[in-house]
């Protein structure tokens, strides 16, 4: 059985950093396209963050040059570096993952196993 879980939200002061981890089991993470999302209060969710099964990432403009999305296929960990927090990048943060060869995509609907989200709290 495929699974996701995330762990790792926090409250944090602005400029503050963060590590998301993604705990992955029932699958291997190596041959999947993996993604992170945040759903911000009263907001959709968006894509911000994704990695290909060949390591190559992609940023929303939001987070791009202060997250870093990173995996360890060793232990099936799926990470996301957050450094230089704003208040804006509250919400919930989800990992997620498609079986995919191609380019990561930031389009949530392509993506077919989620984690239930941990909350970031980021304070003024």
């Known amino acids: 059985q495929l699974r996701l879980v995330e762990s790792g939200g926090d409250l944090v002061q602005t400029g503050g950093s963060l590590r998301l981890s993604c705990a992955t089991s029932g699958f291997t993470l190596a041959y999947y396209a993996v993604g992170w999302f945040r759903q911000a209060p009263g907001k959709n969710r968006e894509g911000i963050a994704c990695?290909?099964?060949?390591?190559?990432?992609a940023y929303s403009d939001s987070v791009k040059n202060r997250f870093t999305i990173h995996r360890d296929n060793g232990s099936n960990t799926l990470y996301l570096q957050m450094d230089n927090l704003e208040p804006q990048d509250t919400g919930i943060y989800y990992c997620a993952t498609r079986y995919s060869n191609n380019p990561c995509q930031l389009r949530q609907n392509v993506y077919q196993f989620w984690g239930p989200g941990t909350q970031v709290t980021v304070s003024s």
């Open positions: 990695l290909s099964n060949t390591n190559i990432s």
